[in-house]
Structure formats: structure tokens, C-alpha cells
């Protein structure tokens, strides 16, 4: 105690009652209690200071992991330890010029603390303690001599964040203290985004104002996006007279008796649009008034998602489910610009990621989602639908029924150079859904999108499907973009997912063919092949579009649907598996020779995922999954197998490992009675792949032969699959006996534990 202590002690407890009075009404946030995220912190290493405003490094990747919540388009990290002036706030924000992430502030808003005009050192007593929760970030500081502060960050709505922070005098004197804060912008080196951002004065706190910029491939903006800070305190603020910096002070001083705690609360908002502007305005202010409300709401809210993430896996791997939780709510994108409702964009840590959603990755990542929140998986589902080509589109009649591969904030018309209609991406949206309406149970979900899928499955064989013998092939849209067989052919190969696979390669022969309807008119083009992946997904969404039908009563419908998959299942496996190799194969367009000179490809086991395979089929498949040679690498299941002239661990889909197509193929082992062979792969895929079992990010895509990350961190689909299948643990196998492909009984799909 200081020297003066004793003397001052008797005063303090008679002014202690005197001193609550002066207290605000708000009260100090309640404690954390257990919840079901405890023991889940740090699950994902968060921590990390910008140096400059541009996140990415090589190949665009930003070197550090965010979080945000409720679809907000901006994020937030821990400080990296020991960073200079990093003490007092959170990392951040990292914001996003509609379709591309930038970090607006190194920390834009860091308290201080001070007594009697001299500030305090926060680290006095001792490190800070920063800490990831599921739903929040927390910082704890001892300043020693009887003070200690917290500050702990959650998500109030769709565009805010709200900061507590709590001081708290543990000591046994009255202490008085002021509060400030400030920050200062990174700007981007080069114009015209160096001028965008301008700090301005605002009525609670500061705000930065951006300023209309079109660089479409760097930074978008209308000149009405605002980031705002609002105090729940009066305070007064003041802008460096650089523009750069600003200084935001709490307008009295507090005091604070033994054992007694202020808080002191914040909103950090950042909205689009003038209508956003004032909604959030509105909206912060009620956070304000009652911030205890949100932090319980909020802690609620992500204790269901927790569970929904862990129930029924396998102890030793629910931080890794929730670490795919995480990843998942991060990349969530609330609606905005011309996303009319909210989805899930692949990651926000990759540049060109960050904005927009795509077809492919929605179908997977609403599966997962759905495992603890099935409202926003079927919301990223319509976001996609939304953009579905109508009946008597002006502009592509062609492809009434198409769904582009991939919409942003900013439409075609906007100049949106992101936006592609180029061509699709695989169909697996019936699949999709009923996964989601598994979890849900919402019928009318149902038929609000039944009509969609049916378009969309009727459009790939009608554009698709070259020579019309039930076997489709992946193709290009009549497009600007599409004006030369070789932009016809890459098109193609974009529909495909699997962008540069050995099987596309045009010195294998792979070109193009128009597609015409009955007057003649080009309506798209073709590969001059048909594939096995694509034939196998089809299979699966004419499945689940006939038990969609039956479960709306369309009885006549659901007939037709299973008979369409029959016939699509028997074409791929009479067609498309060469027992020489015992693989499937695509197949040339015309004459049907399988193409097993590209060697094998991951594509491959999508036959067993979907059930088309006969049991002997699935029984070769399974051996050259489990050969070193060929799939079995050290980090297993590489999207082209070892033994191909083909193979390159680290050249995008020549090689890599994706947790997609090793989903598929752990599934589909599964489905065949193979139970035990998949969980040994899996146990070896999430073994072997960098960070995954640790507090590392997870990746687009792995080293088959190290298991060192390579692209994309916190990527989507991969965690939506990881919650699909990897971390629920193993499925019973379940012995098949017959060899005669129509007698076996396989599991549906989505039926695995």
C-alpha cells in the first residue's frame, strides 16, 4: 500500500457509498461463466500486428487470422506479443472495399488509462493475457498496484462489433482515473486508395469516411461507406492535424472504490450505405444502452453453436471442430451490395475470396453450416438462387436455369470484373439441400427451391449434353469472355472446380464443340469429353430432387427423378470404368474410349460417393486408395495419383491434397463397407496436414507428400467438411456380402455418423 494509503483508508470507506452514486447506471459486464465453448480457446492462433494496409503477401494470402461474426464485413485479431503500442486494442479492423480486404488501423482504437495526468503503464504488473473464445476475443492487463483492465470483443449485429472494457480496482484506496483513446490509419501506398480513407470528428467518437474509388481489381467504393466509433460515455475528440491520428478522451475523470469496477463500453460499426449508416447508428445506440443484453445473446448464441459443432464427436477432436466453427462464422458475409441475402465466401484471408460467393463451395459449406445453423445455411443456399438465369432472361435466354459459378458485391452492371457467368460449377445443390432440410426440417425451404434445382438439372442436358446420350460434359456459356476456343476450353475447366487437372490439359487433346438448339443457334459449348465426376454428381442430385418431390407429394415427379439417377449410375458405370486400370475414367465425346492415357484422378472415387459403383468396382477403387503408389501418399488422397506423369505435389489440382475430394473419397469408401480403411485415412489425413490438430488455419489445400500448407487459409469448404465428416469420428462399416451391384443396399448419402 503507498505511504499515504493508511491515512486515506478510513476516508474511503465512508466515501465509498458517496462515490457508487457517481457510478454510471450501466454496470460493469458480468463475468464469463462455463459455457460450452470453454476449453476451446485459442483454437486457432489469432494473434498479429499489420505493418502496412495491404494484408496479402505472397500469392495474397494475409500472413494473419481474423474473426468476425453475424456476417460482418469487418474483422478483427489479437495483438502479436511484445508488439510496440499494441496494448490496448484489438488488431484491426481489417475491412473490405466490397470485394477486397484491407487493414484500416495496426489497432484503431487502444485505451489508456491515467491518474493525476500521468498515464499508466498496462503492462506494469506483468504480460498481457490475450485470448480467441468461441464468439469473442479477450485481452487481461495487471497494471499492478491494484488495478487490473479487460476488454473483451463480440459481434451486436450484422455490421458492429461491441468492445467492453472493465476496470477494476482490486487495491484497498479510492482511485481516480481518466480513460482515452486513439489510433491511427494505414493507408494504402499507392493512389487512388491512399486517399480513400479520411478521419473525421463524430457526435460519440471518431469515424472514417471513404472517399468513391473504382479499381476493380484492388478497391471499390462508392464514397458512402463509413467506419464509426460510438462511446457509450460523453467524450471528446480530437484529429491530428496530418489527418492521420486521432485522440478520443472520456469527458470526466472516474473514481473508483475498493473492489468496485467501471466499465466502459464501445461500438465499432462499419456500413455501406447511407440507409445502413442510420440503421446502425440506431442500432449501436441500444447496444449501448444495455451491452450486458448483447454479451449474453451473443455467449448464447455461440454456446449452440459449439454444441451443434461437437455432439457425438470423438473428444480428441472437437477443438477441431470448432475451429472449423469458427472458420465458417469468420467467412460469413451478411447481405450487401448486389448479395440480396447472406452466405459464406471461401476466405477471407485470400484477396480474391473476400467478396463473393461461389455455387460450389455454397452446396458444401451449407452442409456443414447446417450442423449449427441451419437459417444461415439455407441463406447461403438463395444467395446463389438468387442470381439463377430466369425464364426470358434478355441478355442469356440460352441459359434460363443456369446458376453462375460465381456473384459479388458488385453485379456486371456495377463492374463487377469478379463476377463470372462464364460458366457453372458442379451441380450438387439438391444434394445440398437436403442435407440442410435434414437438420431443419423446413418443408417450406422445400418448395420454395424445388423449381430452382429442377431448372438447373434440366439446363446441364440441355447445354450440356453434346450428342444427347445422357451423359453430360463441362462446358462454356455463350459469353464476351468466351470469344476463342481457348477461352471456351478454360471456361470449362473453371465448371469443372478442378481448374487445371491433367484430364483438361489441351495437349492431351481435350477442345471444344458448340452446342446448338433446334433453329441451330449456339447455345454453349462442350468438352470434347464426358465426366465421371460430373455424370456421378448428377447422379446424386436426381436422387435427392426425387426424394425432395416425395417429401412435397409429387409423386409422379419423384418416379421420374429416381429413374433419371438409375439410368445416369448405370451409364457411369457401364461407360466410364476401365477394369484394365480399375479407376473411372472420363470418356471421349462421340466415340466413348475411356481417356486412361491422363492417368488417375481423384475424380475417380466419386462413383463410390455417390453409389453408382458395383461393389467390384468400389473393391479396385479401394485398392489403388490405399497403394503408397498411387493415393495412399503421406498426407493421402492427392487430387492425381502419385504414379501419373501428371503428378506435382504443389501445383494446384495436379497434386494437392483438397479436403473436398478427400471427403468425397473417405465417404464413399464408407458407403461401400470400406469403414475402417477411411478412418484409417482420415486419421492420417488430419494427422499429416500442417496445423490442423494444432492452432493452425486450415487450408484450400495440403503437400500430399509433407502435409505442408500450401493455399488459401481458413478456407470454407474444407472446414464445412472437416464438421461433415472428418470430426465426427468413424462410422460403423457395414459388410457387403453380394457381389451383384443391384442387390446392394448402400447407406444414403449424409447418412454417416
Not at 489497432?107 to 493475457?129: C, K, Q, T, W, Y
Not at 465426376?533 to 446424386?540: E, F, G, I
Not at 494427422?687 to 484450400?700: D, H
Amino acid at each position: 500500500m503507498r505511504p499515504h494509503a493508511c491515512a486515506l483508508f478510513a476516508l474511503a470507506l465512508l466515501l465509498a457509498v458517496a462515490t457508487a452514486c457517481v457510478q454510471p447506471t450501466a454496470a460493469a459486464p458480468p463475468r464469463r461463466t462455463a459455457s460450452a465453448g470453454d476449453g476451446y480457446d485459442d483454437v486457432l492462433d489469432l494473434r498479429g500486428t499489420p505493418t502496412a494496409a495491404l494484408p496479402g503477401r505472397e500469392k495474397d494470402n494475409n500472413p494473419i487470422n481474423v474473426f468476425a461474426d453475424r456476417g460482418a464485413w469487418h474483422a478483427y485479431a489479437l495483438p502479436a506479443a511484445g508488439t510496440p503500442g499494441g496494448s490496448g486494442g484489438f488488431t484491426g479492423p481489417l475491412y473490405i472495399a466490397q470485394e477486397y480486404p484491407w487493414w484500416l488501423s495496426a489497432s484503431f482504437s487502444r485505451i489508456r488509462l491515467s491518474e493525476d495526468g500521468r498515464p499508466l503503464d498496462l503492462a506494469s504488473g506483468g504480460p498481457p493475457r490475450f485470448t480467441s473464445r468461441p464468439g469473442s476475443l479477450a485481452q487481461a492487463y495487471d497494471l499492478g498496484d491494484g488495478l487490473r483492465l479487460t476488454l473483451e470483443l463480440r459481434y451486436a449485429t450484422h455490421r458492429t462489433a461491441l468492445i467492453g472494457a472493465v476496470v477494476r480496482n482490486t487495491g484497498r484506496i479510492l482511485r481516480t482515473l481518466g480513460a482515452d483513446w486513439a489510433g491511427s490509419l494505414l493507408r494504402p501506398a499507392e493512389a487512388p486508395m491512399r486517399q480513400a480513407p479520411s478521419l473525421a470528428v463524430a457526435p460519440e467518437g471518431v469515424a472514417v469516411d471513404f472517399a468513391k474509388v473504382r479499381a476493380p481489381d484492388d478497391f471499390l467504393t462508392d464514397g458512402t461507406e463509413r467506419f464509426e466509433v460510438r462511446h457509450r460515455d460523453p467524450v471528446r475528440t480530437t484529429v491530428s492535424g496530418e489527418g492521420d491520428s486521432y485522440r478520443t478522451e472520456l469527458a470526466a475523470p472516474f473514481t473508483l472504490a475498493p473492489g468496485a469496477a467501471r466499465s466502459l463500453d464501445w461500438t465499432e460499426s462499419y456500413t455501406f450505405t447511407e440507409a445502413e449508416r442510420t440503421a446502425e447508428a440506431g442500432a449501436a445506440r441500444r447496444v449501448l444502452a444495455d451491452p450486458a443484453r448483447t454479451v449474453r445473446a451473443a455467449d448464447a448464441r455461440w454456446r449452440g453453436y459449439v454444441d451443434g459443432v461437437t455432439a457425438g464427436v470423438p473428444a480428441g477432436r472437437r477443438r477441431l471442430a470448432v475451429k472449423a466453427l469458427e472458420t465458417l462464422v469468420t467467412n460469413w458475409r451478411g447481405a450487401a451490395g448486389s448479395l440480396a441475402h447472406d452466405g459464406i465466401t471461401p476466405s477471407l484471408s485470400y484477396k480474391w475470396f473476400a467478396g463473393g460467393f461461389w455455387a460450389w463451395d455454397t452446396w458444401k459449406q451449407a452442409v456443414g453450416t447446417a450442423r449449427f445453423d441451419t437459417g444461415l445455411a439455407e441463406a447461403q443456399i438463395r444467395s446463389v438462387l438468387d442470381h439463377q438465369i430466369p425464364p426470358g432472361s434478355t441478355i442469356r435466354p440460352q441459359d434460363a436455369g443456369m446458376i453462375p459459378d460465381a456473384v459479388f458485391y458488385n453485379d456486371p452492371q456495377r463492374g463487377g470484373t469478379n463476377w463470372n457467368e462464364r460458366n457453372s460449377k458442379p451441380p450438387l445443390g439438391a444434394w445440398s439441400v437436403w442435407q440442410v432440410y435434414e437438420r431443419s426440417g423446413n418443408k417450406d425451404f422445400l418448395r420454395e427451391v424445388y423449381p430452382k434445382l429442377a431448372a438447373y438439372e434440366e439446363w446441364w442436358y440441355r447445354n450440356r449434353d453434346h450428342d444427347h446420350n445422357g451423359l453430360a460434359e463441362y462446358g462454356a456459356t455463350v459469353d464476351p469472355a468466351n470469344g476463342s476456343p481457348g477461352e471456351q476450353r478454360l471456361a470449362a475447366a473453371w465448371e469443372s472446380g478442378m481448374d487445371d487437372a491433367p484430364r483438361f490439359d489441351a495437349a492431351s487433346g481435350t477442345s471444344v464443340v458448340p452446342n446448338r438448339d433446334g433453329s441451330g443457334r449456339v447455345i454453349g459449348y462442350s468438352l470434347t469429353q464426358e465426366s465421371v465426376d460430373l455424370n456421378s454428381y448428377l447422379a446424386v442430385d436426381q436422387e435427392h430432387l426425387g426424394r425432395i418431390a416425395a417429401e412435397l407429394g409429387k409423386r409422379a415427379a419423384a418416379d421420374g427423378w429416381r429413374a433419371r439417377a438409375a439410368a445416369t449410375g448405370r451409364a457411369v458405370r457401364e461407360r466410364m470404368y476401365d477394369p484394365a486400370t480399375g479407376w473411372f475414367h472420363d470418356t471421349a465425346l462421340g466415340s466413348g474410349t475411356r481417356l486412361t492415357d491422363r492417368g488417375r484422378g481423384i475424380e475417380g472415387v466419386i462413383p463410390l460417393w455417390s453409389g453408382v459403383a458395383t461393389r467390384a468396382q468400389a473393391a479396385a477403387v479401394r485398392e489403388r486408395l490405399l497403394d503408397p503408389s498411387e493415393f495412399a501418399t503421406a498426407m493421402p488422397l492427392p487430387t492425381v495419383s502419385r504414379s501419373s506423369p501428371y503428378f506435382a505435389a504443389r501445383q494446384y489440382w495436379r497434386g494437392p491434397v483438397w479436403l473436398d475430394q478427400a471427403y468425397f473419397a473417405i465417404a464413399g469408401m464408407r458407403r461401400y463397407g470400406f469403414g475402417r480403411d477411411a478412418d484409417t485415412l482420415a486419421a492420417r489425413l488430419i494427422g499429416r496436414a500442417a496445423g490442423l490438430t494444432g492452432n493452425g488455419p486450415i487450408m484450400e489445400n495440403y503437400d500430399p507428400l509433407s502435409g505442408a500448407a500450401l493455399n488459401s487459409p481458413n478456407f470454407s469448404w474444407s472446414a464445412a467438411l472437416l464438421l461433415s465428416q472428418f470430426a465426427r469420428g468413424a462410422a460403423k462399416s457395414v459388410p457387403r456380402p453380394v457381389k451383384d451391384h443391384s442387390a446392394v443396399r448402400l447407406r444414403p448419402l449424409g447418412a454417416f455418423p
